[in-house]
């Protein structure tokens, strides 16, 4: 071979080296996170979910990969988006609140699914058990559905003189029909008149309120559903301008100007998934982790908001609240 034609055949094979070094180099795993509400109302719950995953090794854009698909407060978007991250061959699916973990369980039988959820996941047919979930599904679920009486109770509390008070629900919500079952057994327990109204959509708002009036409620309890976690500074401002004293399950609803809240700590379940979510990536199966719970619930009392609905918060129940804003 001619010295020439070495050099070139040389320098042919180092610049293919590298190239042939990084088609070797596996590709990133990727996460679908799928959520039914909006991304700007999820900061704090999304921060613990990416918080849970880097104790386990993996930021995204370094060693993973993650796609987000935020509903929007429109669950029927969610079985087209949970279709679309299994065409794409997600290497797990993050399903946080329950209507995206019921779409994306739908959506595939051998991706695996880590899902945030309210409720009981073996009544909502998300697991088989919560300590043998078998399958291809695990999670964490919170008490957002078995604090609901709870938070009638706090509401009574705070205003012992209103007898007749509303339930606020989503009627395409999975726990709605448990919800009401269990405030209405609280409510007749309390001795209160309970009617329960629904909203599936934001245009649906006014037309509850205005019925809020005419029906002169003394008090409204908002059931947990993501889409009104993602209007949770509406329902508060609204609340607040037709001077209905209400309780919510997040710290957002008393921050926005919500008279209580009452409810599951959602950034301890959602670091819990982001754990389990690194677990999966290591190579561990959903069907042998069992079902966390996140236990933890907090009260946040706006002691501005009760000043100007006339109410007197009393001294035990202020002294219970995790923080009182002023």
């Known amino acids: 071979m001619k010295r020439r034609e070495f050099i070139i055949l040389l320098g042919g094979s180092a610049?293919?080296?590298?190239?042939?070094?990084?088609?070797?180099?596996?590709?990133?795993p990727v996460i679908g996170f799928i959520n039914a509400a909006l991304a700007q109302s999820y900061g704090p719950q999304l921060a613990a979910f990416l918080k849970g995953l880097d104790e386990k090794g993996y930021v995204d854009g370094r060693n993973v990969t993650i796609e987000y698909r935020w509903a929007e407060g429109h669950t029927d978007?969610?079985?087209?988006?949970?279709?679309?991250?299994v065409r794409r061959q997600v290497t797990v699916i993050a399903a946080t609140t329950t209507p995206a973990a019921l779409a994306a369980k739908a959506a595939t039988t051998t991706i695996p699914i880590v899902f945030t959820?309210?409720?009981?996941?073996?009544?909502?047919?998300?697991?088989?058990?919560?300590?043998?979930?078998?399958g291809n599904v695990t999670g964490v679920t919170n008490l957002s559905v078995e604090v609901a009486p709870k938070r009638l109770e706090l509401l009574h509390e705070l205003v012992p003189t209103a007898s007749v008070v509303a339930l606020l629900v989503n009627s395409t919500n999975p726990n709605t029909e448990t919800n009401t079952k269990e405030l209405q057994a609280a409510a007749r327990t309390l001795g209160l008149e309970l009617h329960v109204l629904n909203a599936s959509t934001e245009r649906d708002f006014d037309a509850v309120f205005?019925?809020?009036?005419?029906?002169?409620?003394?008090g409204l309890v908002i059931g947990a559903d993501a889409l009104f976690n993602s209007l949770s500074e509406q329902l508060a401002a609204l609340a607040l301008r037709h001077a209905v004293p209400t309780i919510y399950q997040n710290r957002a609803f008393a921050v926005a100007g919500g008279l209580l809240s009452y409810g599951a700590d959602a950034t301890d379940g959602y670091r819990l998934a982001g754990?389990?979510?690194?677990?999966?990536?290591?190579?561990?199966?959903p069907a042998d982790l069992p079902v966390q719970q996140a236990t933890k619930v907090e009260m946040y009392i706006n002691l501005k908001t009760a000043k100007a609905l006339g109410i007197t918060v009393p001294l035990p129940l202020s002294g219970r609240a995790d923080e009182l804003f002023e």
Do not use: C, F
């Open 275 to 285: 754990i389990y979510v690194g677990r999966v990536l290591k190579g561990e199966k």
């Open 117 to 134: 959820a309210a409720g009981d996941p073996v009544q909502l047919r998300l697991v088989t058990s919560l300590n043998r979930p078998g």
């Open 77 to 85: 978007r969610l079985p087209s988006m949970a279709a679309d991250l």
């Open 210 to 218: 205005a019925k809020l009036i005419q029906l002169r409620v003394g």
């Open 15 to 28: 610049v293919a080296w590298p190239v042939a070094a990084r088609a070797q180099q596996p590709a990133m």
